[in-house]
Each structure stands twice: as structure tokens, then as C-alpha cells.
């Protein structure tokens, strides 16, 4: 499974990009306080950041099957984990 974690860490970058947009660019639909939304839009920018410049540094994986279940299962991690 030679590149898996790398379409893992793509398909999380991808969640938590999307979840930080979200909060800051709307954060008056959400259901905590204005504060929190930005705090979590950030921490989340900053870790989709980081999930990209590792998925970037590992090994390509062989196969385009691997890879796209890869991404799914990265996508929906984060919404499983928290």
C-alpha cells in the first residue's frame, strides 16, 4: 500500500480546507460564537497546510485505485474522528 498515507493526508487537507472556509467565511451560520468559528477556521487552514506540504514529501502511489480510495477515506476521516 506504497502511498496510501499520501492520499489520505490529500483527501484530509481537502476536509479541513473546506471546513475552514466555511467557518470563516461564514461563521453567523454556525452555532457557536463568532470567535470560535474564526479560532477553528484558522486551526483548520493551518492544518490543512500542513496535511499538504507532508502529503507532497511522500511516494506516489502505484496504483490510481489506491489513491482514490485514499482520498475518500481521508475526506471522511476528520468527520469520524471529531
Known amino acids: 500500500m506504497k502511498g496510501l498515507l499520501r492520499a489520505l493526508l ?6 479541513l480546507a473546506l471546513i475552514a472556509i466555511a467557518n ?3 461563521p453567523d451560520f ?3 460564537t463568532k470567535n470560535q468559528a474564526l ?12 496535511a499538504l506540504w507532508t502529503a507532497t ?3 506516489v502511489t502505484p496504483s490510481w485505485l489506491t489513491a482514490i480510495v485514499g482520498w475518500i477515506v481521508g475526506f471522511s476521516i ?5
Open 10 to 15: 490529500f483527501g484530509m487537507a481537502l476536509s
Open 24 to 26: 470563516l467565511l461564514l
Open 30 to 32: 454556525l452555532p457557536v
Open 39 to 50: 479560532l477553528t477556521g484558522a486551526f483548520a487552514a493551518l492544518g490543512s497546510a500542513v
Open 57 to 59: 514529501r511522500l511516494t
Open 78 to 82: 476528520f468527520a469520524f474522528v471529531f
